[in-house]
């Protein structure tokens, strides 16, 4: 009996308990005024929205409404400059004193870069061809890249593709976004608005269109900058002058070449999409082996706690996607990267994307 009463004194304190800190602009060292903080809750149901408050001329917030008691995490979202930067706060996490680190924003494009580009060609023996892109940015600077007029990507997809793609954008530190591309000034060529905040961002396209094997495989690169490389799955070869063989990925086997020029131009043949090829072994308790006993990379999507966070209306998009996408990007990018990088993967490949819609009346921050 005392125990009990002890858990609901405890969970009382836990759903009174107030969020404060500051926000930091980290461009210039100094608190960031006038910011707009709010918070979310993320729940099963959707995102439940706490309170919404603006910084002081010390950069200081402080929620005093009353949080709800539950298992998992809070979301802390600063719109500053037009941009929205996020800051999770895990189960047992003090709310006290969390620091919020905010950017300027300008339309140069600085220290902002592409550093990788990876095409993986899935084609299939239906007719068609599955195309998924990541673009990786570097921004090592302390200024982020927000160009809402030219957008910070900007990419072409094939006549046949009609101009249908999904586009999925993950900035440094956050959870990914589903983002609505513009046209360009040409046919058949796109603008991303996104901004590039320092650190590490990525952007996936995916997109199909028909295709017979074999064929030849056309697209522009408009956005340059870093290395771009094409992946072809176990079953699918490449053949074309600007094309270098740079080895085999050891976990899917796949072949990854690099690419010249500005202009993809190629011959493809054969079908595949890529998976590891040990997975036919299965284990006990019904999980598939790959090599050396680790569970293999399938193409399941499973269901995911719903919590996923991105642009300005975040109210609605928590509440948008519990799924995640297939392993594709996440496997081409881990492998890729130990390949070539020889760095770190790059975390939390696997997603929930959330569908971009008009801002809310919480937040208006993009990004």
Do not use: C
């Not at 729940?43 to 200081?60: C, E, M, N, R």
């Not at 396209?205 to 799955?233: C, D, H, Y």
Request: overall charge neutral; charged content about 15%; proline content about 8%.
């Amino acid at each position: 009996m005392k125990f009990t009463v002890l858990l609901f004194l405890l969970s009382g304190l836990m759903a009174s308990a107030a969020v404060d800190g500051v926000v930091m602009n980290s461009t210039t060292g100094k608190p960031a005024a006038g910011a707009t903080v709010t918070l979310f809750q993320p729940t099963q149901q959707g995102p439940q929205f706490i309170d919404s408050v603006k910084t002081d001329a010390q950069g200081k917030f402080q929620i005093t409404k009353e949080v709800p008691a539950g298992p998992g995490p809070l979301l802390l979202q600063a719109v500053y400059g037009g941009v929205q930067y996020n800051k999770m706060l895990p189960p047992g996490t003090p709310g006290t004193g969390v620091e919020i680190p905010v950017f300027e924003s300008s339309k140069k494009q600085g220290d902002a870069k592409v550093d990788q580009h990876m095409i993986l060609l899935e084609p299939s023996a239906d007719g068609n061809v599955n195309v998924s892109e990541s673009y990786v940015f570097k921004n090592d600077g302390k200024t982020t890249w927000n160009d809402p007029d030219h957008g910070t990507l900007q990419f072409a997809l094939p006549a046949l593709a009609q101009g249908k793609v999904e586009v999925n954008a993950l900035a440094p530190g956050g959870l990914p976004v589903r983002k609505a591309p513009d046209p360009g000034s040409r046919p058949n060529t796109f603008k991303l608005d996104f901004p590039i905040k320092p650190g590490e961002s990525r952007v996936d396209l995916q997109w199909s269109m028909p295709f017979r094997s074999p064929g030849i495989f056309e697209n522009e690169i408009i956005t340059k900058g870093g290395n771009t490389r094409v992946i072809a799955p176990v079953g699918v070869t490449f053949k074309g002058d600007t094309l270098q063989n740079l080895g085999q990925e050891p976990r899917t086997q796949a072949t990854i070449w690099g690419v010249t020029g500005n202009v993809m131009k190629f011959t493809v043949e054969g079908t595949g999409t890529l998976s590891d090829p040990n997975a036919g072994a299965q284990q006990e308790g019904g999980q598939s082996s790959g090599g050396g006993g680790q569970p293999a990379l399938g193409m399941n999507m499973p269901k995911l706690y719903s919590l996923v966070s991105g642009a300005s209306d975040l109210g609605t998009q928590l509440n948008a996607v519990k799924y995640l996408l297939g392993s594709v990007l996440g496997m081409l990018i881990l492998g890729f990267i130990i390949l070539y990088r020889k760095g770190n993967p790059i975390e939390g490949d696997s997603y929930s994307p959330v569908q971009e819609t008009k801002a809310s009346k919480h937040a208006r921050g993009r990004g």
